[in-house]
């Protein structure tokens, strides 16, 4: 097999991978900030909208938020240098769902 051969595989793989991430639901309802932190006092990214449905790549503690999934200092990272808090994301835990941010 060619060095592009499996080069093409690699690739075709990890998009396939990257399709299938398991994306949560955001509280019904409600329009969620996206911080450049974990915590209200970073700066205000962009605001998800109603119905929103958002990938988990790692998960951290920082200030702790009260919603409509209870009250936790757990953040959720959605995007290179964006953080919603988990209290407005329907993972099914109280807890860690993936890995914690480096």
């Given amino acids: ?45 962009k605001v998800l909208p109603y119905g929103a449905r958002v990938p988990i790549n790692c998960q951290k503690p920082g200030e702790r938020v009260s919603g409509p999934y209870g009250t936790t200092d757990l953040w959720d990272n959605i995007a290179n240098g964006q953080f919603v808090s988990d209290a407005y994301v329907n993972t099914g835990s109280d807890g860690y769902v993936t890995i914690r941010c480096s």
């Fill in 1 to 45: 097999m060619a060095v592009e051969e499996v080069q093409n595989e690699v690739l075709a793989e990890a998009a396939e991978d990257s399709s299938v991430a398991t994306r949560y639901p955001v509280a019904p309802g409600y329009r969620v900030n996206v911080r450049s932190g974990p915590g209200t006092s970073y700066r205000l990214v």
